[in-house]
Every structure is written in C-alpha cells, then in structure tokens.
T-cell receptor, first 115, second 114 residues
Framework: KQEVTQIPAALSVPEGENLVLNCSFT??????LQWFRQDPGKGLTSLLLIQSSQREQTSGRLNASLDKSSGRSTLYIAASQPGDSATYLCAVEGVWDNAGNMLTFGGGTRLMVKP | DTAVSQTPKYLVTQMGNDKSIKCEQNLGHDTMYWYKQDSKKFLKIMFS???????INETVPNRFSPKSPDKAHLNLHINSLELGDSAVYFC?????????????FGNGTRLTVT
C-alpha cells in the first residue's frame, strides 16, 4: 500500500527566502507525482505534475524534482512571497491493475511566508 | 465558468439524518472522484466513476452512496450521518484516457454532524 509523507508539516519563513518542501513515497511504481496548493476554505490547485519518466518540472518560481528510485520529490520555491502562504500537498498516482487513476496524498506542509 | 463546482459549501446537520452533496464539472472529463479530508488534513479517495461507472470504492461504509447520472455529475448521498462523517469532502475530475491528466478539484463541502 502506497504511503506518502511530507516533511516538514509546517514551515515559517521570512519573505524572499528560497525554500524546499519534501515528499517521500514508499512504492516507486507510480505514473506521476503532483504538487497541489490548498488555500484555507478553498479547493486544491494543481501546481506541477511530473511524469514518472521525468526528473523535474518548472513553473515560474516553482521547481519540482522527482527521484522515483529513491521515492522522493522536492518542491523548490524561489524568492518566497506572502502570497505563497498555503498548504502544499504532494500526491502520487500509482500503477494499478484496474483502470482508474488514484491519487495518494501526503499530509501536506503548511507554509507561512512573513512579510 | 467554474470548472468543478460542488454544493453546498457548508452543511450542518444532526446525527441520523440523510444528506446529499452535488458535484458538476464542465471540463468534459470522463472521470470524477470524491475525496474526504479529515481533521488532520489527510485527503483520501472515496469513489471514482469513469463514464458513469464505479471504478474505485475505497473501504467506504455502505451509508455512502455515489450517484452519477451522467459524465458531468457525481453526487454523494450519505445515509444515517454519524459524528465521524464530519469532514471536508472534495469532488474532482480528470480525463482518464489522457495519461498523466491532472486532477481538477472543487472547493470542497464542509460537513459538520452534530
């Protein structure tokens, strides 16, 4: 059974810092790994999706890497801003016998960027 | 032009009642999901429907019954509500036939059972 862990659970940084969020998963048989952002009272917004054959994806100040063999992913946020404050969730889509993509989520990292 | 919309946003009800949460997506996706986020913020899949057919049912009590009248809708009906059902329920959709299609989530329904 796939298990996804995110470290740290919470992070507070001053504005402008570069930061790294970590995600680990136990079963390397995955289709892809996704990073989501969740704002209080809101749904989840997909930030980046890394396919199992890829090593990293970039979008603006965000860079996500994937090391499938070691079961790890990192989300790098450059020059953090107060607007980046949110909960960041990592999720993996596994390879299952039956059709139906199924995401397993980590517990999230609550990020606060202080002005 | 909301992509995935679910109603209501908040739902407060008493134990033993029956309630429904509705979800609609206008993305043309063929697969829809219900996820439950508990008090510890863990998201877990409950159901997945592909073209109106159930394809994933993850250890959810029989009191939960999803209904998909068409590809664009997946409603969640809950019978005999219990305190432990209190959570935020998220609907999502994706295009299953497109590999690595990202999920699009609704804004969630916060269910409180008193």
């Amino acid at each position: 059974k796939q298990e996804v862990t995110q470290i740290p659970a919470a992070l507070s940084v001053p504005e402008g810092e570069n930061l790294v969020l970590n995600c680990s998963f136990t079963d390397s048989a995955i289709y892809n790994l996704q990073w989501f952002r969740q704002d209080p009272g809101k749904g989840l917004t997909s930030l980046l999706l890394i396919q199992s054959s890829q090593r990293e994806q970039t979008s603006g100040r965000l860079n996500a890497s994937l090391d499938k063999s070691s079961g790890r992913s990192t989300l790098y946020i450059a020059a953090s801003q107060p607007g980046d404050s949110a909960t960041y969730l990592c999720a993996v889509e596994g390879v299952w016998d039956n059709a139906g993509n199924m995401l397993t989520f980590g517990g999230g990292t609550r990020l606060m960027v202080k002005p | 032009d909301t992509a995935v919309s679910q109603t209501p946003k908040y739902l407060v009800t008493q134990m033993g009642n029956d309630k429904s949460i509705k979800c609609e997506q206008n993305l043309g996706h063929d697969t829809m999901y219900w996820y439950k986020q508990d008090s510890k913020k863990f998201l877990k899949i409950m159901f997945s429907y592909n073209n109106k057919e159930l394809i994933i049912n993850e250890t959810v009590p029989n009191r939960f019954s999803p209904k998909s009248p068409d590809k664009a809708h997946l409603n969640l009906h809950i019978n005999s509500l219990e305190l432990g059902d209190s959570a935020v329920y998220f609907c999502a959709s994706s295009q299953l036939q497109t590999p690595n299609s990202p999920l699009h989530f609704g804004n969630g329904t916060r269910l409180t059972v008193t």
